[in-house]
């Protein structure tokens, strides 16, 4: 299976959740894709790529659980959380809510807006280790309050790889008033997904990692009753368009000159992985999360931990807590702390390790994708056993 990606053969890679990694048949077809855009990029801009992206698109809502005319693509999931939160407008006194599980690139993009609109960011404490989903919805709610305006919440966790009852928050929330922006990152691929079904005002997505598709290539969806508004975080020639179809894809479909590849290469990707194993998408997931929830288990005994979630909020990924780190927070947006680069430079092994919540404390997180294998878990344990004693 490894071989149908490029890989480094000589790394045991363990960190498909960061930035994925993409099938050398995908390439493939974005590089041909590319090469059609480049022999006459007139007739693609102005002529044809507006097809290919209704096309894509109708594929892409169909895999997520979404109507085609609510949802647009853009760059990545960020972008998406920045498009919405830098179209609503906050007042001082306004409260976004988001949690200490979220990733830390939207928290910065909520946290630019409320310091601009004079709005503060409260962040809601959600227990790890965490035995049930009551603990997560009750400490979301209660964290709300009457001048929340808007909540920014993942649907999977970056940091801890929890899978979060999402539409029980979101239900709990707009009982209290409360619109929900989801941060879907890891979504598409890892969770049978259903968007329209979970209820959100904001939904974005990224589908290069567990859906595989090139580096670029997400999804903005929005439901019906909230598109007017909202906009790109680029304004291009839709803002104006006469064109007699939605404002809101009129702006998400032009963002000024791009590499539009890789989100037409989406329904490539849906179809390449759902190819690889007998069962399609379904047995996708279900290898992936059998696997993680095996290899969770051989690490949290090398660990001498105990698993710190129940298996039930567990998708594709899984982390566990290490011994204390640093004092500090170390150098590096992502992957500062020593032990990653020790894995990765002495044992060859690409899994990160997070301060979190904060330093000293820390955690590993493993991913498990189609080529991996329980014997490269036990490479990893073998290396924390010598690094850690």
Known sequence: MRDRWTLDP????????????CPRVVMEAQSALRARIER???????????????A?????????????????????????????????RFEPGDELLLTDHGYNACANAARFVAERAGAEV???????PVSSEDEIVEAIVTAASPRTRL??????????GLVFPIQRIVEALAARGVDTMVDGAHAPGML???????????????????????????MLWVREDKQAGIHPAVISHGRNSLRERSRFLEMLDWQGTDDPSSYL???????????????GWPEVRRRNRALVLEARALLADALGVAPPAPESMIGALAALPLPDGAPERPPGALYGDPLHRTLLDEHHVEVPVFPWPAPPRRLIRVSAY?????EDYQRLADALAHELG
Do not use: Q
């Open 122 to 128: 409260v962040t809601a404490r959600v227990p790890f």
């Open 370 to 374: 189609l080529y991996n294998t329980i």
């Open 40 to 54: 006459e990029p007139v007739r693609f801009f102005v002529h044809d790529a507006e097809d290919l992206t209704n």
């Open 10 to 21: 000589s790394i045991v890679f363990l960190n498909h959740g960061s930035f994925g990694a």
């Open 151 to 160: 909540a920014l919440i993942d649907h999977v966790t970056s940091p801890t």
């Open 265 to 279: 290469c989406v329904p490539t990707a849906i179809d390449a992985i759902a190819g690889m194993v007998d069962g």
């Open 56 to 88: 894509a698109r109708e594929r892409v809502a169909a895999f997520v659980g979404a109507r085609p005319e609510d949802l647009g693509f853009v760059r990545n999931a960020t972008a998406g959380v920045n498009a919405v939160l830098r179209s609503l």
């Open 192 to 218: 049978d997904l259903d968007v329209a079904a979970i209820g959100a005002a904001y939904y974005t997505a990224n589908f290069h990692k567990w859906t595989c598709a090139p580096k670029g290539a997400a």
